[in-house]
């Protein structure tokens, strides 16, 4: 009997060192398509950047997201809302969101934009032009503006005026696990990759819908080998979509719903659940690529964020919440996190995109932005309530990060005086959007250096 139990610990002590090698043994050196590496990313995140990163979200300015979560999907009916409790959003009720967000003028983000010019200055910037415009001409002017804007965009962002859109404290409503799934939920994912991936339905992904297993080794061969034969811009394209999936996937196995009795709710790592997705022969190797993506999904958004450091510097620039002392102090935190992105040594160098025939590469540029404007009207698909809520603030933050990414010139031109209009600007939308997005990425990240280590323990 003791020979047997013998056994079986020995058996089970591999099983368990095994998986953790599973898991992460490929998840190491360098990255495809970047001269970066795995260890550089970790030790630049987890010992560096994390913890700033983090005390910023915590601040009202990005606490606070407006959001629509009541928009109809537009591509197909959604016969039911998920009725679990996690699933709920609780909205912020007028008096729990700072005044200076709350106000009409807190979209434009420039000290002069917050305070109301007087006559004399009203007449300065009006007195050279005809001020007689008729409503329809103001209308016209204004339809030509958000058209700009728009035609930048790679990403739906809400209607901040819309009475449908309600202001939600993210820390009240952290991203985790919610019991969602099912056929709903992979509809939502089944939707993004077949449909707007650039991918034939003739090359089957190594997954099968509805399910965690993947398919044959056949198909996976057949799929990589499709990948790799498309241009960088498009396998790039997949990588950040697979990258975002693996974060998300990360977040619900590390904020897993452990016990859920009458006397407590706990929440924490569910180390069966990171490696149902993540586990190499779980998942017929697939785990580890996904993993690979995640890091060059950060790679991309931390160098949006580098690149948007000329735009945070304008001295106009508020991060507006109506208190002068703790906004002054945010900003002067932001920059110094953007001062750190932008002195990370390996970035993503987002110049071999788009590089080839100039009028290819523009239409090429302009079929991936309405393929991820696509994916995020997607969201508003999704039938649990706090993951259309997460869902779209990541879909709008990877998006603004991909504006910004592609508006390198502008950013560059921004005028020095402030009585000059920008050709870039970002709105405050898409400001919490960008940064909680990357705080979802890097935490993501550091999650991994906690599931290496319970993974360790087991063995």
């Known amino acids: 009997m003791k020979l047997v139990f013998l056994l079986l610990l020995l058996f089970l002590l591999q099983v368990f060192r095994a998986a ?23 030790g630049f995140n987890n010992d560096q950047l994390f913890p700033k990163l983090q005390t910023l979200l915590e601040s009202d300015y990005f ?26 959003v609780k909205p912020c009720s007028d008096n729990e969101v700072p005044e200076g967000i709350r106000s009409s003028s807190h979209n434009k983000y420039s000290a002069e934009a917050n305070e109301q010019p007087d006559e004399c200055e009203q007449a300065k910037h009006l007195g050279a032009v005809d001020v007689s415009l008729s409503n329809e001409t103001r209308e016209a002017l ?32 952290p991203e985790r696990f919610t019991g969602y799934k099912g056929p709903e939920a992979w509809q939502i ?32 061969k057949s799929f990589y080998s499709w990948l790799e034969g498309q241009c960088v811009e498009k396998r790039a394209f997949y990588r950040l979509i ?38 190499s022969e779980l998942t017929s190797g697939e785990g580890p690529k996904r993993l690979r993506n995640l890091y060059f999904l950060y790679l991309i958004e931390l160098r949006a964020l580098a690149k948007a450091l000329p735009f945070f510097q304008q001295p106009s620039f508020r991060l507006y919440t109506g208190k002068p002392e703790e906004d002054q102090n ?38 991936i932005r309405l393929a991820f404007l696509n994916i995020s009207r997607i969201m508003d698909c999704v039938g649990c309530f706090k993951c259309r809520l997460w869902g779209k603030l990541q879909t709008q933050g990877l998006g603004t990060a991909l504006k910004i990414l592609f508006s390198a010139q502008q950013i560059e031109a921004l005028p020095k005086s402030s009585e000059q209009r920008p050709s870039f600007q970002l709105s405050r939308q898409e400001i919490v959007s960008l940064l909680n997005a990357f705080g979802r990425i890097s935490t993501s990240i550091r999650e991994l250096e ?3 280590s319970l993974l360790a323990e087991e063995r």
């Open 189 to 220: 994912w089944n939707s993004i990759y077949e449909e707007n991936c650039f991918k034939p339905f003739s090359i089957k992904r190594p997954l099968i819908p509805n399910s965690f297993q993947s398919s044959s080794g056949g198909e996976a």
């Open 242 to 279: 697979s990258g975002l999936h693996s974060s998300i996937n990360i977040h619900l196995s590390a904020r897993y719903l452990l016990d859920d009795s009458w006397f407590q709710r706990k929440w924490g790592h569910n180390v069966s659940e990171f490696r149902l997705r993540f586990d």
């Open 20 to 42: 953790h090698g599973r898991c992460f043994c490929q998840l190491t050196g360098d990255l495809d398509d970047c001269t970066c590496d795995v260890e550089t990313v970790d």
């Open 63 to 88: 606490r606070f997201y407006k959001v629509n979560l009541n928009k109809p999907c537009p591509f197909w009916t959604v016969t039911s809302h998920c009725g679990l409790r996690d699933c709920a």
């Open 142 to 173: 204004l339809k030509w503006s958000k058209h700009d804007d728009e035609a930048e965009r790679f990403c739906v962002v809400d209607d901040e005026e819309s009475p449908d859109s309600q202001y939600v404290d993210l820390l009240l409503n």
């Open 330 to 367: 945010h900003k002067e935190l932001l920059l110094d996190i953007l001062q750190m992105a932008r002195s990370f040594p390996l970035h993503f160098d987002e110049t071999s995109l788009f590089a080839g025939n100039e009028k290819e590469a523009a239409q090429l540029k302009e079929d």
């Open 450 to 452: 906690n599931f290496r």
